[in-house]
Protein backbone atom coordinates (compact mmCIF):
# COMPACT_ATOMS: atom_id res chain seq x y z
CA UNK A 1 0.00 0.00 0.00
CA UNK A 2 1.08 3.17 -0.79
CA UNK A 3 1.96 6.53 1.22
CA UNK A 4 -0.84 9.11 1.24
CA UNK A 5 -0.59 12.93 0.74
CA UNK A 6 -3.11 14.60 2.10
CA UNK A 7 -3.99 17.10 -1.10
CA UNK A 8 -6.25 19.77 0.18
CA UNK A 9 -3.58 22.69 -0.22
CA UNK A 10 0.20 23.45 -0.08
CA UNK A 11 3.43 21.21 -0.50
CA UNK A 12 2.01 18.56 -1.43
CA UNK A 13 3.60 18.17 -4.83
CA UNK A 14 6.62 18.61 -3.27
CA UNK A 15 6.14 15.50 -0.47
CA UNK A 16 5.02 13.36 -3.75
CA UNK A 17 8.01 14.22 -5.57
CA UNK A 18 10.38 13.26 -2.26
CA UNK A 19 8.49 10.20 -1.92
CA UNK A 20 9.13 9.68 -5.96
CA UNK A 21 13.18 10.30 -5.03
CA UNK A 22 12.81 7.12 -2.50
CA UNK A 23 11.02 4.91 -4.65
CA UNK A 24 8.14 5.29 -3.38
CA UNK A 25 4.61 5.72 -4.36
CA UNK A 26 2.77 8.72 -3.30
CA UNK A 27 -1.49 9.16 -3.27
CA UNK A 28 -3.13 12.39 -3.42
CA UNK A 29 -6.11 12.42 -0.65
CA UNK A 30 -8.76 14.66 -0.64
CA UNK A 31 -11.95 12.77 0.41
CA UNK A 32 -12.36 10.78 3.52
CA UNK A 33 -12.68 6.80 1.70
CA UNK A 34 -9.32 7.44 -0.29
CA UNK A 35 -7.80 7.50 3.28
CA UNK A 36 -8.60 3.50 3.34
CA UNK A 37 -6.31 2.28 1.15
CA UNK A 38 -2.65 3.92 2.66
CA UNK A 39 -0.99 2.65 4.87
CA UNK A 40 0.34 5.98 6.71
CA UNK A 41 0.08 9.71 5.89
CA UNK A 42 1.97 12.74 5.19
CA UNK A 43 0.47 16.49 6.04
CA UNK A 44 2.17 18.41 3.91
CA UNK A 45 2.78 22.25 4.60
CA UNK A 46 0.13 24.90 3.61
CA UNK A 47 -1.59 27.27 5.20
CA UNK A 48 -3.34 25.72 8.17
CA UNK A 49 -6.63 27.78 8.32
CA UNK A 50 -7.16 27.07 4.50
CA UNK A 51 -6.75 23.02 5.14
CA UNK A 52 -8.76 23.20 8.06
CA UNK A 53 -11.65 24.74 6.12
CA UNK A 54 -11.28 22.05 3.41
CA UNK A 55 -11.43 19.44 5.40
CA UNK A 56 -14.17 20.84 6.93
CA UNK A 57 -16.29 21.01 4.05
CA UNK A 58 -15.73 17.47 2.73
CA UNK A 59 -15.97 16.14 6.20
CA UNK A 60 -12.41 14.70 6.76
CA UNK A 61 -11.53 15.63 10.44
CA UNK A 62 -13.49 11.97 11.64
CA UNK A 63 -11.62 10.34 9.10
CA UNK A 64 -8.33 11.66 9.82
CA UNK A 65 -9.15 11.45 13.93
CA UNK A 66 -9.44 7.71 13.69
CA UNK A 67 -6.72 7.64 11.46
CA UNK A 68 -4.61 8.49 13.63
CA UNK A 69 -5.91 6.49 16.82
CA UNK A 70 -5.52 3.21 14.75
CA UNK A 71 -2.05 3.75 15.15
CA UNK A 72 -0.80 4.55 11.78
CA UNK A 73 1.94 6.37 11.10
CA UNK A 74 0.83 10.23 10.58
CA UNK A 75 3.84 13.04 9.48
CA UNK A 76 2.74 16.76 9.53
CA UNK A 77 5.12 19.59 8.18
CA UNK A 78 4.46 23.16 9.56
CA UNK A 79 0.89 23.12 8.81
CA UNK A 80 0.49 19.56 9.41
CA UNK A 81 2.25 19.91 12.42
CA UNK A 82 -0.61 22.51 13.61
CA UNK A 83 -2.94 20.27 12.73
CA UNK A 84 -1.59 17.12 14.70
CA UNK A 85 -1.14 18.64 17.82
CA UNK A 86 -3.43 19.09 20.61
CA UNK A 87 -3.29 22.68 21.48
CA UNK A 88 -2.43 25.53 19.25
CA UNK A 89 -2.19 28.76 20.21
CA UNK A 90 -2.23 32.49 17.91
CA UNK A 91 -5.41 31.18 15.83
CA UNK A 92 -7.39 32.87 13.38
CA UNK A 93 -10.73 34.83 15.08
CA UNK A 94 -12.72 32.12 15.87
CA UNK A 95 -10.01 29.38 16.06
CA UNK A 96 -9.84 26.55 13.96
CA UNK A 97 -10.16 22.56 14.11
CA UNK A 98 -7.32 20.53 14.73
CA UNK A 99 -7.33 17.04 14.62
CA UNK A 100 -4.73 16.34 17.79
CA UNK A 101 -2.78 13.24 18.78
CA UNK A 102 0.17 14.99 19.36
CA UNK A 103 0.84 15.86 22.89
CA UNK A 104 1.77 19.57 22.59
CA UNK A 105 0.83 22.77 22.22
CA UNK A 106 1.85 24.78 19.63
CA UNK A 107 2.21 28.51 18.60
CA UNK A 108 0.90 29.87 14.86
CA UNK A 109 3.84 31.60 12.82
CA UNK A 110 5.90 31.62 15.62
CA UNK A 111 8.62 33.42 13.99
CA UNK A 112 6.62 35.97 12.33
CA UNK A 113 5.29 36.92 9.38
CA UNK A 114 7.83 35.98 5.87
CA UNK A 115 10.50 38.34 6.28
CA UNK A 116 11.60 36.26 9.26
CA UNK A 117 11.13 33.43 7.31
CA UNK A 118 14.58 31.93 7.14
CA UNK A 119 17.13 28.58 6.48
CA UNK A 120 19.36 27.28 9.48
CA UNK A 121 21.14 24.28 10.07
CA UNK A 122 19.45 21.77 12.47
CA UNK A 123 21.18 19.23 14.63
CA UNK A 124 19.28 16.09 14.13
CA UNK A 125 21.09 13.52 16.41
CA UNK A 126 17.93 10.73 16.07
CA UNK A 127 18.09 11.21 12.12
CA UNK A 128 22.04 11.24 11.77
CA UNK A 129 21.96 7.76 14.03
CA UNK A 130 18.92 6.34 12.35
CA UNK A 131 19.89 7.63 8.42
CA UNK A 132 23.66 9.15 8.38
CA UNK A 133 24.61 11.53 6.69
CA UNK A 134 26.01 15.10 7.79
CA UNK A 135 25.46 15.73 11.09
CA UNK A 136 23.09 19.05 10.14
CA UNK A 137 20.44 19.56 8.93
CA UNK A 138 19.10 22.63 5.66
CA UNK A 139 15.39 23.56 7.89
CA UNK A 140 13.80 25.98 5.79
CA UNK A 141 11.10 27.55 7.79
CA UNK A 142 8.16 29.50 6.02
CA UNK A 143 6.22 31.66 8.48
CA UNK A 144 6.90 28.71 10.53
CA UNK A 145 4.47 27.43 13.94
CA UNK A 146 6.88 26.42 17.15
CA UNK A 147 6.45 23.86 19.79
CA UNK A 148 5.62 25.36 22.91
CA UNK A 149 5.16 22.81 25.41
CA UNK A 150 5.40 18.74 24.84
CA UNK A 151 4.03 16.19 27.02
CA UNK A 152 6.45 13.51 28.78
CA UNK A 153 5.73 10.89 26.04
CA UNK A 154 6.98 13.23 23.52
CA UNK A 155 10.64 12.37 22.17
CA UNK A 156 12.36 16.07 20.58
CA UNK A 157 14.28 15.48 17.69
CA UNK A 158 15.43 18.85 17.06
CA UNK A 159 15.27 22.74 18.34
CA UNK A 160 16.30 25.92 17.37
CA UNK A 161 17.48 29.56 18.62
CA UNK A 162 15.02 31.99 18.96
CA UNK A 163 15.55 34.94 16.71
CA UNK A 164 16.72 38.01 18.87
CA UNK A 165 14.14 39.86 17.34
CA UNK A 166 11.46 38.06 19.06
CA UNK A 167 8.02 35.83 17.42
CA UNK A 168 6.36 38.88 15.95
CA UNK A 169 3.00 38.47 18.30
CA UNK A 170 3.88 36.52 21.71
CA UNK A 171 2.46 37.01 24.84
CA UNK A 172 4.16 40.74 26.33
CA UNK A 173 4.91 38.69 29.53
CA UNK A 174 8.31 37.21 28.58
CA UNK A 175 9.91 40.23 27.58
CA UNK A 176 13.59 41.50 26.55
CA UNK A 177 15.23 40.33 30.00
CA UNK A 178 15.10 36.74 29.76
CA UNK A 179 16.73 37.62 26.39
CA UNK A 180 19.87 39.61 27.24
CA UNK A 181 20.16 36.96 30.27
CA UNK A 182 22.48 35.54 27.62
CA UNK A 183 21.34 32.07 28.06
CA UNK A 184 20.23 31.20 24.47
CA UNK A 185 16.61 30.32 24.28
CA UNK A 186 15.77 27.28 22.16
CA UNK A 187 12.07 25.89 20.60
CA UNK A 188 11.64 22.77 20.07
CA UNK A 189 10.81 22.37 15.75
CA UNK A 190 10.62 18.78 15.55
CA UNK A 191 8.85 15.99 17.57
CA UNK A 192 7.57 12.07 17.56
CA UNK A 193 5.29 10.47 19.60
CA UNK A 194 5.04 6.94 18.74
CA UNK A 195 3.48 6.94 15.16
CA UNK A 196 3.14 10.29 15.16
CA UNK A 197 6.03 12.72 13.69
CA UNK A 198 6.24 16.44 13.10
CA UNK A 199 8.50 19.01 12.06
CA UNK A 200 8.09 22.87 12.10
CA UNK A 201 10.26 23.24 9.07
CA UNK A 202 10.16 21.66 5.26
CA UNK A 203 12.13 18.89 4.71
CA UNK A 204 9.83 18.44 1.19
CA UNK A 205 11.42 21.71 0.08
CA UNK A 206 15.23 20.04 0.52
CA UNK A 207 17.25 17.91 -1.52
CA UNK A 208 18.06 15.96 1.31
CA UNK A 209 15.61 13.04 1.76
CA UNK A 210 16.70 12.09 5.16
CA UNK A 211 13.48 12.54 7.09
CA UNK A 212 11.17 11.03 4.23
CA UNK A 213 13.48 7.85 4.72
CA UNK A 214 13.01 8.03 8.55
CA UNK A 215 9.28 8.22 7.97
CA UNK A 216 8.96 5.60 5.74
CA UNK A 217 11.24 3.48 8.12
CA UNK A 218 8.47 3.80 10.70
CA UNK A 219 5.87 2.50 8.38
CA UNK A 220 8.02 -0.44 7.96
CA UNK A 221 8.59 -1.23 11.52
CA UNK A 222 4.79 -1.07 12.19
CA UNK A 223 3.98 -3.05 8.98
CA UNK A 224 6.25 -5.86 9.99
CA UNK A 225 4.83 -6.21 13.72
CA UNK A 226 1.49 -6.86 11.65
CA UNK A 227 3.04 -9.10 9.84
CA UNK A 228 -0.20 -8.93 7.50
CA UNK A 229 0.93 -6.30 4.80
CA UNK A 230 3.91 -7.37 3.46
CA UNK A 231 4.14 -6.37 -0.31
CA UNK A 232 6.71 -3.42 -0.79
CA UNK A 233 6.13 -0.11 -2.90
CA UNK A 234 6.50 0.12 -6.35
CA UNK A 235 4.68 -2.75 -8.33
CA UNK A 236 3.01 -0.13 -10.53
CA UNK A 237 3.75 0.64 -13.87
CA UNK A 238 6.24 3.56 -13.30
CA UNK A 239 4.81 6.98 -13.56
CA UNK A 240 4.57 9.56 -16.41
CA UNK A 241 7.30 12.03 -15.53
CA UNK A 242 5.35 15.03 -13.18
CA UNK A 243 7.20 18.32 -13.54
CA UNK A 244 8.28 19.85 -10.60
CA UNK A 245 9.54 22.95 -8.95
CA UNK A 246 13.48 22.93 -8.84
CA UNK A 247 14.99 22.33 -5.61
CA UNK A 248 17.46 24.98 -4.15
CA UNK A 249 20.90 24.22 -3.21
CA UNK A 250 22.75 26.19 -1.31
CA UNK B 1 20.04 16.01 -12.30
CA UNK B 2 16.92 16.63 -15.01
CA UNK B 3 14.84 13.95 -13.37
CA UNK B 4 15.54 14.80 -9.48
CA UNK B 5 14.59 18.41 -10.01
CA UNK B 6 17.59 19.60 -7.57
CA UNK B 7 19.47 22.71 -9.20
CA UNK B 8 21.32 25.34 -7.71
CA UNK B 9 20.21 28.82 -7.19
CA UNK B 10 20.44 30.96 -10.15
CA UNK B 11 23.56 32.04 -11.77
CA UNK B 12 26.28 30.62 -9.47
CA UNK B 13 26.80 33.61 -8.10
CA UNK B 14 26.23 35.94 -10.92
CA UNK B 15 23.33 37.63 -9.51
CA UNK B 16 24.59 37.55 -5.81
CA UNK B 17 22.23 37.00 -3.06
CA UNK B 18 22.21 40.80 -1.55
CA UNK B 19 20.93 39.27 2.09
CA UNK B 20 22.13 36.34 3.01
CA UNK B 21 18.76 36.32 5.29
CA UNK B 22 16.20 35.72 3.10
CA UNK B 23 17.84 33.31 0.17
CA UNK B 24 15.87 32.84 -2.89
CA UNK B 25 15.26 29.63 -1.91
CA UNK B 26 12.83 30.90 1.29
CA UNK B 27 11.08 33.34 -0.99
CA UNK B 28 9.93 30.36 -3.25
CA UNK B 29 9.50 28.48 -0.41
CA UNK B 30 6.07 30.39 0.99
CA UNK B 31 4.97 30.97 -2.84
CA UNK B 32 4.77 26.96 -2.77
CA UNK B 33 3.57 26.78 0.55
CA UNK B 34 0.58 28.78 -0.99
CA UNK B 35 0.52 25.83 -4.21
CA UNK B 36 -3.50 24.78 -4.64
CA UNK B 37 -4.87 27.85 -3.10
CA UNK B 38 -6.73 30.96 -3.77
CA UNK B 39 -5.63 34.13 -3.12
CA UNK B 40 -8.40 36.76 -2.80
CA UNK B 41 -8.29 40.61 -3.54
CA UNK B 42 -10.06 42.67 -0.33
CA UNK B 43 -10.34 46.24 0.79
CA UNK B 44 -11.28 46.07 4.48
CA UNK B 45 -10.49 44.53 7.29
CA UNK B 46 -14.04 42.42 7.07
CA UNK B 47 -13.72 41.49 3.41
CA UNK B 48 -10.49 39.73 4.40
CA UNK B 49 -12.12 37.54 7.61
CA UNK B 50 -14.52 36.74 4.96
CA UNK B 51 -11.89 35.38 2.80
CA UNK B 52 -10.15 33.80 5.58
CA UNK B 53 -13.25 31.97 7.03
CA UNK B 54 -13.77 30.84 3.40
CA UNK B 55 -10.52 28.88 2.90
CA UNK B 56 -8.19 32.01 0.70
CA UNK B 57 -4.45 30.76 1.36
CA UNK B 58 -3.73 34.82 1.57
CA UNK B 59 -5.35 37.95 0.81
CA UNK B 60 -4.34 41.10 -1.33
CA UNK B 61 -4.68 43.76 0.51
CA UNK B 62 -5.88 47.17 -1.63
CA UNK B 63 -8.09 49.96 -1.52
CA UNK B 64 -9.94 49.49 -4.73
CA UNK B 65 -10.53 46.19 -6.59
CA UNK B 66 -9.30 46.14 -10.47
CA UNK B 67 -13.36 46.43 -11.80
CA UNK B 68 -13.42 50.11 -9.73
CA UNK B 69 -10.31 51.07 -10.46
CA UNK B 70 -11.13 50.55 -14.20
CA UNK B 71 -14.75 52.08 -13.48
CA UNK B 72 -13.47 55.30 -11.74
CA UNK B 73 -9.93 55.87 -13.98
CA UNK B 74 -6.90 58.01 -12.81
CA UNK B 75 -4.31 56.81 -11.29
CA UNK B 76 -4.06 53.93 -9.18
CA UNK B 77 -1.15 53.75 -6.48
CA UNK B 78 -0.30 52.11 -3.87
CA UNK B 79 -2.60 51.24 -0.69
CA UNK B 80 -2.44 53.23 2.31
CA UNK B 81 -0.30 51.38 4.70
CA UNK B 82 -2.93 52.26 7.60
CA UNK B 83 -5.25 50.35 5.87
CA UNK B 84 -2.95 46.97 5.01
CA UNK B 85 -1.87 47.37 8.88
CA UNK B 86 -5.08 46.86 9.55
CA UNK B 87 -5.91 43.85 6.98
CA UNK B 88 -2.66 42.49 8.31
CA UNK B 89 -3.74 42.60 11.85
CA UNK B 90 -7.48 41.26 11.00
CA UNK B 91 -6.34 37.79 9.73
CA UNK B 92 -3.54 35.22 10.33
CA UNK B 93 -2.87 33.97 6.66
CA UNK B 94 -0.29 35.34 4.47
CA UNK B 95 -1.35 39.15 2.91
CA UNK B 96 -0.19 40.32 0.14
CA UNK B 97 -0.09 44.16 -1.48
CA UNK B 98 0.42 46.43 -4.71
CA UNK B 99 3.30 48.55 -5.57
CA UNK B 100 3.01 50.26 -9.31
CA UNK B 101 5.44 49.07 -11.69
CA UNK B 102 9.33 49.87 -11.11
CA UNK B 103 8.33 52.14 -8.24
CA UNK B 104 10.81 50.49 -5.49
CA UNK B 105 10.14 52.81 -2.97
CA UNK B 106 6.58 51.87 -2.80
CA UNK B 107 8.11 48.42 -2.39
CA UNK B 108 10.13 49.47 0.31
CA UNK B 109 7.31 51.10 2.35
CA UNK B 110 5.47 47.45 1.61
CA UNK B 111 8.89 45.62 3.05
CA UNK B 112 9.00 47.71 6.01
CA UNK B 113 4.89 47.87 7.49
CA UNK B 114 6.02 43.73 7.24
CA UNK B 115 3.53 42.00 4.79
CA UNK B 116 4.23 38.93 3.54
CA UNK B 117 4.45 39.47 -0.41
CA UNK B 118 4.47 42.62 -2.87
CA UNK B 119 2.70 42.30 -5.91
CA UNK B 120 4.62 44.21 -8.74
CA UNK B 121 1.60 44.84 -10.46
CA UNK B 122 -0.08 46.29 -14.02
CA UNK B 123 -3.14 46.81 -12.03
CA UNK B 124 -1.73 50.38 -10.28
CA UNK B 125 -0.51 53.09 -12.84
CA UNK B 126 3.10 51.90 -13.97
CA UNK B 127 5.68 54.35 -12.31
CA UNK B 128 8.48 53.45 -15.01
CA UNK B 129 7.49 52.20 -18.21
CA UNK B 130 10.37 50.37 -18.91
CA UNK B 131 12.23 49.08 -15.54
CA UNK B 132 10.92 46.50 -13.11
CA UNK B 133 12.17 46.95 -9.32
CA UNK B 134 15.12 45.03 -8.90
CA UNK B 135 13.87 42.33 -6.77
CA UNK B 136 16.72 41.27 -5.69
CA UNK B 137 17.41 44.25 -3.61
CA UNK B 138 14.80 43.03 -1.44
CA UNK B 139 14.11 40.56 1.73
CA UNK B 140 10.61 40.17 0.98
CA UNK B 141 8.98 38.29 -1.21
CA UNK B 142 7.74 39.48 -5.16
CA UNK B 143 5.12 37.81 -7.86
CA UNK B 144 5.21 39.57 -10.76
CA UNK B 145 2.57 39.40 -14.18
CA UNK B 146 2.80 37.70 -17.44
CA UNK B 147 1.75 37.21 -20.56
CA UNK B 148 4.15 35.12 -21.96
CA UNK B 149 7.27 32.76 -21.22
CA UNK B 150 9.84 35.61 -21.88
CA UNK B 151 8.17 37.87 -19.82
CA UNK B 152 8.13 35.17 -17.03
CA UNK B 153 11.31 34.34 -17.12
CA UNK B 154 12.60 38.00 -17.54
CA UNK B 155 10.63 39.05 -14.29
CA UNK B 156 12.23 35.81 -12.73
CA UNK B 157 15.47 36.95 -13.37
CA UNK B 158 14.68 40.14 -11.64
CA UNK B 159 13.96 38.69 -8.75
CA UNK B 160 10.71 37.83 -8.97
CA UNK B 161 9.61 34.57 -6.54
CA UNK B 162 6.46 33.76 -7.59
CA UNK B 163 4.51 34.33 -11.44
CA UNK B 164 0.81 35.21 -12.23
CA UNK B 165 -0.65 35.28 -15.75
CA UNK B 166 -1.42 38.97 -16.44
CA UNK B 167 -4.98 37.89 -17.68
CA UNK B 168 -7.26 41.26 -17.91
CA UNK B 169 -8.29 42.58 -14.39
CA UNK B 170 -11.43 43.60 -13.50
CA UNK B 171 -13.02 42.75 -16.36
CA UNK B 172 -14.41 38.92 -14.95
CA UNK B 173 -13.59 37.99 -18.64
CA UNK B 174 -11.62 35.07 -18.56
CA UNK B 175 -10.18 35.23 -22.47
CA UNK B 176 -6.98 36.75 -21.94
CA UNK B 177 -6.34 34.47 -18.50
CA UNK B 178 -6.38 31.77 -21.33
CA UNK B 179 -4.96 33.33 -23.39
CA UNK B 180 -1.68 34.13 -21.57
CA UNK B 181 -1.80 30.71 -19.50
CA UNK B 182 -1.93 28.76 -23.23
CA UNK B 183 0.78 30.93 -24.58
CA UNK B 184 3.34 30.17 -21.25
CA UNK B 185 2.14 26.64 -21.18
CA UNK B 186 2.18 26.18 -24.84
CA UNK B 187 6.11 27.77 -25.37
CA UNK B 188 7.05 25.22 -22.87
CA UNK B 189 5.91 22.17 -24.67
CA UNK B 190 7.24 23.91 -27.46
CA UNK B 191 10.51 24.06 -25.75
CA UNK B 192 10.97 20.48 -23.83
CA UNK B 193 11.08 19.32 -27.46
CA UNK B 194 13.67 21.46 -28.76
CA UNK B 195 17.31 20.04 -29.97
CA UNK B 196 19.34 21.70 -27.08
CA UNK B 197 21.58 23.26 -30.02
CA UNK B 198 18.35 25.81 -30.78
CA UNK B 199 17.60 27.13 -27.42
CA UNK B 200 20.33 29.65 -27.73
CA UNK B 201 17.85 31.40 -30.79
CA UNK B 202 14.93 30.64 -28.66
CA UNK B 203 16.07 32.55 -25.90
CA UNK B 204 16.97 35.28 -28.56
CA UNK B 205 13.50 35.39 -29.61
CA UNK B 206 11.46 35.23 -26.51
CA UNK B 207 13.83 37.94 -25.23
CA UNK B 208 14.93 35.91 -21.78
CA UNK B 209 18.31 34.80 -20.32
CA UNK B 210 19.77 31.30 -21.92
CA UNK B 211 20.11 29.94 -18.28
CA UNK B 212 16.82 30.38 -17.08
CA UNK B 213 15.03 29.29 -20.70
CA UNK B 214 17.39 26.27 -20.33
CA UNK B 215 16.12 25.73 -16.92
CA UNK B 216 12.44 25.55 -18.01
CA UNK B 217 13.54 23.02 -20.35
CA UNK B 218 15.11 20.60 -17.85
CA UNK B 219 11.65 20.92 -15.37
CA UNK B 220 8.89 21.22 -17.74
CA UNK B 221 7.89 24.05 -16.24
CA UNK B 222 8.53 27.28 -14.67
CA UNK B 223 11.02 27.18 -11.91
CA UNK B 224 9.12 29.33 -9.99
CA UNK B 225 5.17 28.80 -8.40
CA UNK B 226 2.42 29.75 -11.32
CA UNK B 227 -0.85 31.62 -10.46
CA UNK B 228 -3.33 32.56 -12.56
CA UNK B 229 -4.75 36.02 -12.46
CA UNK B 230 -6.81 38.49 -14.09
CA UNK B 231 -11.08 37.52 -15.07
CA UNK B 232 -11.82 34.76 -12.82
CA UNK B 233 -15.01 35.04 -11.14
CA UNK B 234 -16.42 31.56 -11.34
CA UNK B 235 -15.60 28.30 -9.91
CA UNK B 236 -14.88 26.57 -13.37
CA UNK B 237 -12.96 29.60 -14.26
CA UNK B 238 -10.66 28.50 -11.09
CA UNK B 239 -10.52 24.88 -12.12
CA UNK B 240 -10.39 25.49 -15.94
CA UNK B 241 -7.18 27.39 -14.79
CA UNK B 242 -5.58 24.84 -12.61
CA UNK B 243 -6.27 22.05 -15.54
CA UNK B 244 -4.65 24.23 -17.69
CA UNK B 245 -1.69 23.81 -15.25
CA UNK B 246 -1.18 26.47 -13.20
CA UNK B 247 -0.23 26.05 -9.15
CA UNK B 248 -3.38 28.28 -7.98
CA UNK B 249 -5.38 31.40 -8.88
CA UNK B 250 -5.89 35.10 -7.85
CA UNK B 251 -8.95 36.33 -7.55
CA UNK B 252 -9.56 39.81 -7.69
CA UNK B 253 -12.84 41.43 -8.51
CA UNK B 254 -14.59 38.20 -8.42
CA UNK B 255 -15.25 37.72 -5.25
CA UNK B 256 -16.59 41.09 -3.72
CA UNK B 257 -18.01 42.17 -6.51
CA UNK B 258 -20.62 39.31 -6.88
CA UNK B 259 -23.91 38.90 -5.27
CA UNK B 260 -23.16 36.51 -2.89
CA UNK B 261 -18.91 37.20 -1.50
CA UNK B 262 -18.87 34.59 1.21
CA UNK B 263 -20.44 31.86 -0.86
CA UNK B 264 -18.73 32.28 -3.83
CA UNK B 265 -15.32 32.95 -2.25
CA UNK B 266 -15.92 29.39 -0.51
CA UNK B 267 -17.36 27.80 -4.12
CA UNK B 268 -13.83 29.25 -5.78
CA UNK B 269 -11.47 27.87 -2.71
CA UNK B 270 -13.56 24.25 -3.62
CA UNK B 271 -13.13 24.50 -7.02
CA UNK B 272 -9.65 24.53 -6.40
CA UNK B 273 -8.75 21.96 -4.37
CA UNK B 274 -11.32 19.59 -6.44
CA UNK B 275 -10.30 20.94 -9.91
CA UNK B 276 -10.35 17.55 -11.91
CA UNK B 277 -13.27 16.53 -10.23
CA UNK B 278 -16.34 17.62 -12.55
CA UNK B 279 -18.81 16.36 -9.89
CA UNK B 280 -17.62 18.70 -7.05
CA UNK B 281 -17.38 21.30 -9.17
CA UNK B 282 -20.93 20.68 -10.05
CA UNK B 283 -21.75 21.26 -6.57
CA UNK B 284 -20.15 23.99 -5.34
CA UNK B 285 -21.15 25.98 -8.55
CA UNK B 286 -24.75 25.53 -7.46
CA UNK B 287 -26.87 28.85 -6.29
CA UNK B 288 -23.82 30.77 -6.22
CA UNK B 289 -26.16 34.12 -6.99
CA UNK B 290 -25.04 37.04 -9.30
CA UNK B 291 -21.79 36.88 -10.90
CA UNK B 292 -19.69 39.98 -11.15
CA UNK B 293 -20.84 41.86 -14.50
CA UNK B 294 -18.88 41.11 -17.17
CA UNK B 295 -16.59 43.53 -19.79
CA UNK B 296 -16.60 42.75 -23.28
CA UNK B 297 -13.47 42.72 -24.68
CA UNK B 298 -13.86 42.82 -27.83
CA UNK B 299 -14.60 46.96 -27.61
CA UNK B 300 -11.67 48.87 -28.61
CA UNK B 301 -12.33 51.62 -25.41
CA UNK B 302 -11.93 48.62 -23.31
CA UNK B 303 -7.94 49.77 -21.62
CA UNK B 304 -6.00 47.02 -21.47
CA UNK B 305 -3.98 46.69 -18.45
CA UNK B 306 -2.11 43.60 -19.65
CA UNK B 307 0.13 45.70 -21.93
CA UNK B 308 1.34 48.13 -19.53
CA UNK B 309 4.50 46.44 -19.05
CA UNK B 310 7.02 43.99 -21.06
Redesign the interface.
Same mark, same amino acid.
Request: with cysteine; proline share 4%; aromatic share 10%.
Given at each position: MAVGVL???? #? =???HI?ALR?LGVKGVEI?KPEQLQSVRALIIP???S??MA??AE?HNLFPALREFVKMGKPVWGT??GLIFLANKAS?????GQELIGGLNCTVH??FF????Q #? =??AELSVPEIVTKEGGSPTFRG?F??APGILEVGPEVQVLAEVPVPYRKP?KSDPADGNLEENAGSEKKVIVAVKQGNLLATAF?PE?T?DTRWHSYFLKMVDELSQEASSSTLEDDPTLPEP?K???????? | MAGSGVVTVYGNGAITETSKQSPFSVKVGLAQMLRGGVIMDVVTPEQARVAEEAGACAVMALERVPADIRAQGGVARMSDPQLIKEIKQAVTIPVMAKARIGHFVEAQILEAIGIDYVDESEVLTPADDENHINKHNFRIPFVCGCRNLGEALRRIREGAAMIRTKGEAGTGNIIEAVRHVRSVMGDIRVLRNMDDDEVFTFAKKIQAPYDLVMQTKQLGRLPVVHFAAGGVATPADAALMMQLGCDGVFVGSGVFKSGDPARRARAIVQAVTHYSDPEVLADVSCGLGEAMVGINLNDEKVERYANRSE
Open positions: ALQG #S =FNEARRGGETTKLYCAGQKTGRNGSQI #S =FEVIRAHLAPYELPIFQQ | -
